[in-house]
């Protein structure tokens, strides 16, 4: 057994033994009935404090990975049967990490005089003047509700501070946002709404028209069954589509019909942060698989599945968000093949693959590999047209839809119809696939400039991906810098971006940030940069 910690890192010592080690039993290459050293043979041979071991081996017995046995020692438990279903994980009382701050009560006001009792000898209130009469009612008490109290333990397990500090960057004037993981709003040409909508409202084929069904309008769903079929390969049926407003809220209806507390989910051990809010909402067990440059990396997923049993895995395998990253198609086989035979369902969050800037077309989608309906397929218009729109769409098994459509009546009752119609009037003739076609050139080069000036102005031991398609550069800080200190020297410079740890399953990615090179102007992109390279290497000019 080899384990090494990097006392360098900002990752907790404990937290970086649990990764190792946990790595190692789930690959195989610490086999059932393995004796580990024991807690003090473990500190001394790290060179750490006891207290770190006796953590980091809770951690794994708490994931059912070791047991100790009084005399004996600590071994690697063998695992279920692949077969047999794992018991619920006892939901855990208390607080997470991911909880939002408790709120402080108020505390009351400056002490009131108790009010003054009426007797026998005080006069009529009739007979009071109305000074006197004021003097006698009791000023109101300046005590707030419990706040912690009343709120949910479903709210109290959002983390409000991400979703705060992405807005921030919206709302900020005269900064270079590459925050925001939106397009920008110039991007989307004004005669093209403008001729859509035109076309969407004056057309006689809505006169009359009920309000839309829940799956959405049939018209619709046919054309993106069809959009789906000659863009990308997705061959389904129109009664497999369901429109949504946004494919977020496709994700939490699969939250809410599959997620029982404690169930455990499996994601890229970084990814969409509001998908980790979906997933902690449901007081979920979420487990993150590592990956490379590739994505998942799917030879340890047959691993985690026969330990942790997990009901669904969510994945961004093309042009991942945040690191850009795309799976290759040997990986895809082998994720859908590892889903079917521990039967868990897959979640295909696809919101960028039509983004595409290399000069062969991406992989086919994990939805156009597989037929059985382990794989629920999630996209949006957002990234292409407008957030504007709230329109996205689902395709899932017939019994997906229909389970998803009975549980959203408690939500939306079903998408805008406006924007159902300008949606029909994008896919009609193909003005979309022209729309995309024009902006992947000017997202193209926006993302060769970004690439360009890192390459100018970047310390030496930075390093960053160089994505084929979508809306991310992935940076990794030369050694020693954090994300959220950098964050706080480029704010004031008129530079703002995500921090990395806000993607991170444990929270604990201080070395990565998030660059979103759709979101400014072409002319921002290289000014941007360099004041950003300026905050890493601690100069705080802002002029050239």
Not at 169 to 185: E, K, L, R
Not at 378 to 389: A, H, N, Y
Not at 469 to 484: A, F, K, N, T
Request: net charge negative; proline share 8%; glycine share 6%.
């Amino acid at each position: 057994m080899q384990v090494s910690l990097d006392r360098r890192s900002d990752v907790p010592l404990y937290r970086q033994l649990v990764n190792e080690l946990r790595e190692q039993i789930v690959a195989g290459r610490l086999a059932a009935g393995y004796r580990l050293p024991s807690e003090r043979e473990m500190a001394e041979l790290l060179a750490v404090n006891r207290t770190t071991v006796l953590q980091a081996y809770s951690e794994l017995k708490d994931d059912g990975l070791i047991a100790s046995h009084v005399g004996k020692g600590t071994f690697v438990q063998r695992h279920a049967n692949e077969h047999t279903i794992a018991a619920p994980a006892t939901v855990s009382t208390t607080t997470s990490p991911h909880a939002s701050p408790a709120l402080e009560p108020s505390t009351l006001g400056p002490s009131t005089p108790s009010p003054q009792t009426l007797g026998p000898s005080t006069p009529s209130l009739s007979k009071l003047s109305p000074s006197t009469l004021s003097s006698l009612t009791p000023s109101p008490l300046t005590l707030s509700p419990p706040w912690p109290v009343l709120f949910s333990d479903y709210s109290n397990r959002f983390t409000y501070h991400d979703i705060a500090s992405a807005d921030r960057a919206q709302s900020m004037d005269g900064v270079i946002d590459f925050a925001t993981g939106s397009p920008n709003p110039h991007d989307i040409p004004d005669d093209l709404l403008r001729d859509v909508s035109l076309h969407a409202f004056s057309s006689h084929d809505f006169d009359g028209q009920p309000e839309s069904p829940i799956e959405g309008f049939p018209e619709l769903r046919t054309l993106l069954a069809d959009h789906m079929r000659e863009d990308r390969m997705i061959h389904c049926s129109p009664r497999n589509v369901m429109v949504l407003s946004g494919s977020e809220q496709g994700l939490d209806l699969c939250v809410r019909a599959f997620v029982n507390p404690g169930d455990c989910v499996l994601v890229e051990s970084v990814t969409f942060f509001p998908a980790l809010q979906a997933f902690r909402s449901a007081d979920a067990r979420i487990i993150g698989v590592p990956t490379d440059e590739s994505g998942m990396r799917t030879e340890l997923l047959e691993g985690f599945c026969a330990r942790f049993h997990p009901k669904l895995i969510y994945t961004i395998p093309t042009f991942h968000n945040p690191t850009g990253s795309t799976m290759p198609a040997q990986r895809r086989r082998e994720l859908i093949e590892t889903a079917m035979k521990y039967q868990c369902l897959v979640i295909e969050d696809d919101p960028y693959g039509e983004l595409h800037y290399g000069t062969s077309a991406p992989p086919t989608p994990l939805k156009g590999m597989e037929n059985a309906g382990y794989v629920i397929y999630l996209s949006t218009f957002s990234k292409t047209v407008t957030p504007g729109l709230r329109t996205g769409w689902l395709i899932a098994d017939t019994h997906v839809v229909a389970r998803l459509a009975a549980l959203r009546r408690m939500v939306d009752q079903h998408t805008s119809s406006s924007s159902q119609r300008i949606c029909i009037e994008l896919l009609r003739g193909g003005r979309i696939r022209r729309h995309i076609e024009e902006i992947t050139g000017a997202y193209r080069m926006r993302r060769d400039a970004m690439c360009d000036a890192l390459q100018r102005y970047a310390p030496p031991t930075a390093r960053w991906s160089v994505p084929e398609g979508g809306y991310y550069v992935w940076l990794s800080l030369p050694e020693g810098q954090r994300s959220q200190t950098l964050l706080e020297a480029a704010r004031p410079l008129g530079v703002t971006f995500m921090p990395g740890g806000v993607f991170d399953v444990d929270g604990t990615d201080t070395r990565h940030i998030r660059l979103n090179f759709v979101r400014p102007r072409m002319d921002q992109i290289s000014d941007g940069i360099r004041l950003l390279c300026a905050a890493m290497h601690g100069d705080g000019r802002r002029t050239a």
